[in-house]
């Protein structure tokens, strides 16, 4: 970095022949009166008086000839538009990262957010743009939106920043800088500028410590600008409940607090506005937490809410509170034919459980929780959760066949949630299925399908989820197998019903996070009004199925989902992220390629010179105007 002044306009410097015409002009101004005089004597005198007006005798006798030399130079000087050169390099333009994750809200010891901070080293920098500077504002938070195109404008510049509010979700710095390197295929982008908290996803290093990686290739500078830490902070990290009896929930509440210090607080579980039992205390030493359970016995739907009461230093609250919605407990019910005798037999000795078809004249529903079937028919059947064995899914009948033969499974997913605690080794199949010739396993994950189990010839069990549906498939007939007869069946039935329970959020619920809202089961092909914290409010339709799905739910709280101004479904929103909660910042950054360490220091900006320039051109003539022209006696008569 050089410690000369630079200049933005050079060209400017040709003003400076100004000067020549403003000399010959005082040269050509002075004119000689006429005069009688009495002697020829005084004619030495008029000799001596040109020897004064010589031209460097001029310059020394003519002070508003100066003045006015001065400041013409400070005018074309402040023309060049000079400037202090700043910490870094000169970007003509700059991209501007601020990252308004909810740890961005956090605040310090004088009750300032780390966004305001952000704000304040941002404001500098858009004070001292030079003229051929063009900044854009991008934020960044689980997404990236670009506030202002390029500019230099610097009204809209800190009008936009002054808008710039916290999204109470979490970081995903990737976001905003692929948004810069879509910028830079437009734009020479050499510099680009991240002010974060540091408080960004990580994964734990060779020696188990927390480090940040991103999946990118940084093709322009990166200056990772940290704020200071904020002080301690105790949070809700986790809230779920798991059905343990037929009316009673056991709610299971997570609590941490951040590594600034000690952190206390009181927990209180509410169920649709009254409070559950007597509130809990915590005290929790500097990074540690604590898991709490209440009990709740109902068998209705419920709205519960758990808010924590810090006793002290707080400086994050949106993950003082947290929601959650119990449904109606109700028996699992399950469609299995008659047919299936033997995952009848299964299904019967399980509790809590309505399996259907009761009898022959038993009219099918319009929708269950869990299908069974090995019939191609029952697959338009709706269920949160599928089972299917003996089929094909038709999607993937190009890539395999099945055929008589005898197979075997040779390798499977044992920490699967649909296989777990279930050996399949020494199992024979009769329904071999075999993997087409040139058919490869990535294009069933291509299909969205994950295989399960592999036999010696191909592929055995399949699982495919879209979006709300779970659905499995055995390409081989259970009844012609060996399967059914050993132990391991009925295990597999027993982790079937305990997926689908969860499928159907009859056994174990979990509260809904920031970001966007759980997909809703309403009615199909309807207008609904969704209003949230703050004056957040949008319209979207249920699709023909009747899910609402993909609503935006920027901030902690309850949102009302209505229909012709009736309030149909109600659901809260939380922070529920330990990684935002530890308001734990990273001191650098690990791409694919380098590593960007962080600094604290605030950017150093290029300062103009010009308006100090053009003050004292003012300046000077002001002064010129009050010697010439205000001071009495400044013009002789």
Not at 113 to 139: F, G, P, Y
Not at 153 to 176: C, F, H, Q, T, Y
Not at 403 to 429: N, T, Y
Not at 587 to 600: G, K, S, Y
Request: with cysteine.
């Amino acid at each position: 970095m050089s410690w000369l002044p630079g200049i933005t306009t050079p060209f400017a410097a040709w003003f400076f022949a100004l000067l020549v015409p403003l000399v010959v002009f005082y040269f050509l101004k002075l004119r000689r009166p006429r005069r009688e005089i009495p002697s020829l004597a005084l004619w030495q005198s008029v000799i001596e008086d040109q020897r004064v007006n010589s031209p460097f005798q001029k310059f020394k006798r003519n002070l508003l000839l100066l003045l006015q030399v001065a400041c013409l130079c400070l005018l074309v000087l402040a023309a060049m538009q000079p400037f202090v050169r700043g910490g870094a390099e000169t970007a003509t333009y700059l991209p501007v990262l601020i990252d308004n994750s909810a740890s961005m809200a956090a605040t310090d010891d004088k009750g300032r957010s780390r966004l305001d901070l952000a704000k304040e080293e941002v404001r500098q920098i858009v004070e001292h743009l030079l003229s051929d500077q063009r900044v854009t504002l991008i934020t960044v938070s689980d997404s990236a939106q670009r506030l202002t195109e390029f500019t230099d404008n610097r009204r809209i510049l800190l009008d936009a920043l002054d808008s710039i509010k916290v999204d109470e979700v979490p970081s995903r710095p990737e976001e905003g800088l692929q948004l810069a390197q879509a910028l830079a295929r437009t734009f020479d982008i050499s510099t680009v500028r991240f002010y974060s908290d540091g408080n960004l996803p990580t994964r734990p290093d060779g020696a188990g410590k927390p480090m940040a990686v991103v999946d990118f290739d940084l093709p322009f500078d990166l200056q990772f600008h940290k704020l200071d830490e904020p002080a301690a902070n105790i949070g809700i990290t986790a809230l779920n409940a798991r059905k343990s009896d037929e009316n009673r929930w056991d709610v299971f509440v997570r609590i941490e607090g951040s590594a600034a210090g000690q952190t206390a607080a009181k927990v209180q579980l509410s169920a649709n506005g009254e409070p559950v039992g007597s509130p809990e205390s915590v005290v929790l030493e500097a990074g540690q937490s604590q898991r709490f359970v209440f009990r709740y016995d109902s068998s209705d739907a419920a709205s519960l809410v758990v808010r924590l009461q810090p006793d002290g230093t707080d400086s994050l609250a949106a993950d003082n509170v947290a929601y959650l919605e119990l449904p109606i407990s109700r028996p699992l019910s399950v469609y299995c034919p008659t047919e299936l005798v033997s995952y009848r037999h299964s299904l019967e000795v399980l509790s809590d459980i309505e399996l259907l078809p009761q009898g022959e004249g038993d009219p099918q529903r319009a929708a269950y929780d869990l299908v069974i079937s090995d019939q191609a028919s029952d697959v338009e059947l709706e269920a949160s959760t599928r089972f299917f064995t003996g089929l094909v899914p038709e999607d993937v009948q190009s890539l395999v066949t099945v055929e008589e033969g005898l197979g075997e499974v040779i390798d499977w997913q044992r920490d699967s949630r649909l296989l777990q605690h279930v050996q399949f080794a020494d199992m024979e199949v009769t329904d071999v299925p075999m993997l087409a010739s040139g058919a490869e396993e990535a294009e069933f994950e291509q299909l969205g399908y994950e295989i399960l189990a592999n036999g010696n010839t191909g592929p055995l069990i399949l699982e495919r989820r879209e979006g709300p549906v779970l659905s499995c498939f055995l390409l081989f007939h259970t009844d012609r197998s060996t399967l059914p007869y050993r132990v391991g069946f009925p295990v597999l039935i027993s982790n079937l019903v305990s997926l689908a329970r969860e499928q159907a959020n009859l056994s174990d619920v979990r509260g809904a996070s920031t970001g966007v809202l759980p997909p809703l089961a309403l009615k199909p092909e309807r207008d609904y009004r969704i209003t949230g914290p703050g004056e957040f409010a949008t319209t979207q339709s249920s699709d023909v199925e009747g899910i609402l799905k993909g609503v935006a739910a920027r901030a902690v709280g309850t949102y009302d989902v209505s229909e012709g101004g009736d309030v149909v479904r109600q659901v809260g929103a939380s922070l529920l992220n330990a990684t935002e909660t530890s308001l734990h910042g990273v001191d650098e950054i690990h791409f694919r390629e380098l590593t960007v360490d962080a600094t604290t220091a605030p950017a150093t900006t290029d300062r103009p010179l010009w308006p100090w320039l053009a003050l004292g051109a003012f300046a000077v003539l002001l002064g010129e105007w009050w010697l010439y022209l205000r001071r009495p006696g400044g013009i002789p008569a």
